[in-house]
């Protein structure tokens, strides 16, 4: 078996511009006001994964940020290094005027998150894998450990139901989810969310999954 010391190889999936759901598709839903995933309010089980991390200059990313009403909820808390990316020009725009006077404690980013770079100790989820096409998974997983600095978490929440329509949103079920990220990462936690928004009660698990040294996520790929 090898179990050489390697970085899981992270492959950038087709170009934003190929995707089916780019820069455009995301940009006119808010700029018709198409946003039936905008809670309008941080999300509750996002506000319980930010009051457990008690390291204030913690690096965090929220991909896929939305109106990022968690964004709010950090600064006011003392977070002092948040990073918002999105690849909708017309949302990041407003959420650039909404945090220019706070631009020393958060950073906001117009890009696509496949092609970011950067070193994150926390990375909030909410609606940003559902909103993905299925086969972008694999590319989410090893783009996610990638960003995560050493023992860095993804926490958040991923949907347990499959949708009627054509996505996205695109559902999940919790094996799928064990399957995708379990070589990658430690599945701290992946239950039922009992903070989820009432429109969403039941549908969502509340993860929290640890990034696993490249050592043992070598040793768990080399094994399948
Ligand atoms: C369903 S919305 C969720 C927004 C937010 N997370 C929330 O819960 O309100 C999905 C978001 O992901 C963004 N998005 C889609 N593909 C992206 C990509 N490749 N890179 C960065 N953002 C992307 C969209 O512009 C949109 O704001």
């Known amino acids: ?18 995707q089916p759901y780019g820069q455009e598709f995301w940009n006119s839903k808010y700029q018709v006001g198409e946003t039936g995933w905008d809670l309008n309010a941080a999300s509750p089980a996002l506000v319980h994964a930010i009051d457990g991390i008690s390291d ?3 690096s965090i990313l929220i991909p896929g940020c939305g109106n990022a009403y968690e964004a709010d909820y950090l600064l006011e808390q003392g977070f002092t290094n948040v990073t918002l990316i999105d690849i ?6 407003a959420l650039k005027a909404r945090y220019a006077d706070q631009s020393d404690r958060i950073r ?5 998150f496949f092609a970011h770079e950067g070193e994150y100790n926390y990375i909030l989820e909410q609606t940003f894998f559902c909103a993905l096409p299925p086969l972008l998974r694999s590319a989410y997983v090893r783009k996610m450990y990638h960003l995560l600095a050493s023992e ?6 991923l949907f347990n139901r499959e949708f009627e329509q054509e996505g996205p949103p695109y559902g999940g079920t919790a094996e799928e989810y064990q399957a995708l990220f379990g ?13 989820s928004h009432p429109k969403r009660l039941g549908t969502e ?3 929290d999954f640890e990034k696993k040294c490249a050592a043992c996520a070598n040793l768990e790929l080399n094994k399948k």
């Open 56 to 58: 204030k200059n913690a």
């Open 1 to 18: 078996m090898n179990t050489e010391k390697q970085e899981p190889l992270c492959c950038a999936p087709e170009p934003l511009s190929e």
């Open 183 to 195: 070589p990658h990462f430690h599945i701290l936690h992946m239950a039922d969310c009992d903070l």
């Open 205 to 207: 698990l509340y993860i």
């Open 108 to 112: 906001v980013i117009e890009g696509d």
């Open 88 to 93: 909708a020009p017309d949302l990041v725009n």
């Open 152 to 157: 860095g978490h993804l926490m958040g929440l």
